[in-house]
């Protein structure tokens, strides 16, 4: 039913690793359905670091230091 | 006590671009994960007894965001299906840099996924966390975890139409698999 299903039936069991950096190894020993499948993950991997990074990278709003401003002198007068 | 303040407040600065990436692309809606963060900071700093210096503040602040924001979805799950494009619309200007899978189309398949698919993806993919501790910050098994995981990555591929060969971008190794494939 689910296409993920299939993929995750054909993965180790180990949970123990990020299965990140093995997604490019695995399958392109054999299958070239996986093969395929594999280039599309890092390809999905990479467009959602490059989506992720650029809003890591704004900066941090004045009204949050603000507010962490003002719990730490409220704490300061407990 | 007033001399642990000070570092907690740093180090809870340090978390903020993170939380707000995270929030982000969790919820879609900037007004809406502007306030998760906010709350997140708040929550933190009033619960801050409980963090386990040492362990990851992160994590820790990652756990209080994703708690806060699935109890308000499950209070109002169709308000917050509305905002709806809010995220496509505010990314609109970064710059394409990736061949010709379009951003727009990216963020509007991520929009796709179930908000527990999405969690897994974000956490595992772009945070990096491992999958135990992915598991630990949502509450569940390492193996749920990887079970999104995959399920969210086929339906990005499948969204994306990255199954087919002609939108792949595909190199000349790609090629010649396919090649193969269909001789």
């Given at each position: 039913?689910?296409?993920?299903?299939?993929?995750?039936?054909?993965?180790?069991?180990?949970?123990?690793?990020?299965?990140?950096?093995?997604?490019?190894?695995?399958?392109?020993?054999?299958?070239?359905?996986?093969?395929?499948?594999?280039?599309?993950?890092?390809?999905?991997?990479q467009r959602l670091r490059t989506v992720y990074d650029e809003l890591v990278q704004q900066p941090v709003p004045e009204r949050l230091l603000k507010l962490l401003e003002e719990l730490e002198r409220k704490e300061g007068k407990e | 006590m007033t001399e642990q303040a000070p570092s907690l407040?740093?180090?809870?600065?340090?978390?903020?671009?993170?939380?707000?990436?995270?929030?982000?692309?969790?919820?879609?809606?900037?007004?809406?994960?502007?306030?998760?963060?906010?709350?997140?900071?708040?929550?933190?700093?009033?619960?801050?007894?409980?963090?386990?210096?040492?362990?990851?503040?992160?994590?820790?602040?990652?756990?209080?965001?994703?708690?806060?924001?699935?109890?308000?979805?499950?209070?109002?799950?169709?308000?917050?299906?509305?905002?709806?494009?809010?995220?496509?619309?505010?990314?609109?200007?970064?710059?394409?840099?990736?061949?010709?899978?379009?951003?727009?189309?990216?963020?509007?398949?991520?929009?796709?996924?179930?908000?527990?698919?999405?969690?897994?993806?974000?956490?595992?993919?772009?945070?990096?966390?491992?999958?135990?501790?992915?598991?630990?910050?949502?509450?569940?098994?390492?193996?749920?975890?990887?079970?999104?995981?995959?399920?969210?990555?086929?339906?990005?591929?499948?969204?994306?139409?990255?199954?087919?060969?002609?939108?792949?971008?595909?190199?000349?190794?790609?090629?010649?698999?396919?090649?193969?494939?269909?001789?």
């Amino acid at each position: 039913m689910q296409p993920g299903g299939k993929d995750a039936s054909r993965e180790p069991e180990t949970s123990g690793e990020p299965q990140e950096h093995n997604d490019m190894n695995q399958g392109i020993e054999d299958d070239t359905d996986l093969k395929l499948n594999s280039r599309a993950q890092v390809l999905i991997g990479q467009r959602l670091r490059t989506v992720y990074d650029e809003l890591v990278q704004q900066p941090v709003p004045e009204r949050l230091l603000k507010l962490l401003e003002e719990l730490e002198r409220k704490e300061g007068k407990e | 006590m007033t001399e642990q303040a000070p570092s907690l407040r740093i180090a809870l600065i340090g978390t903020i671009p993170n939380l707000r990436a995270f929030a982000m692309s969790l919820c879609g809606d900037p007004h809406l994960a502007s306030d998760l963060v906010q709350e997140t900071l708040l929550k933190g700093w009033a619960h801050r007894d409980t963090y386990v210096p040492g362990t990851n503040l992160k994590a820790w602040l990652f756990t209080i965001l994703r708690n806060t924001y699935f109890s308000s979805l499950r209070k109002s799950r169709r308000e917050v299906q509305d905002v709806d494009g809010a995220m496509a619309s505010t990314l609109a200007s970064a710059p394409e840099q990736h061949g010709h899978l379009d951003l727009a189309d990216f963020n509007k398949a991520m929009k796709q996924l179930s908000p527990d698919q999405r969690e897994a993806l974000l956490l595992i993919g772009a945070e990096g966390f491992s999958y135990e501790e992915v598991a630990e910050i949502a509450g569940c098994a390492p193996g749920t975890i990887k079970s999104r995981v995959n399920r969210a990555r086929a339906r990005l591929a499948e969204l994306m139409g990255l199954n087919s060969v002609d939108d792949l971008g595909a190199g000349a190794s790609v090629q010649a698999v396919v090649q193969r494939l269909q001789a």
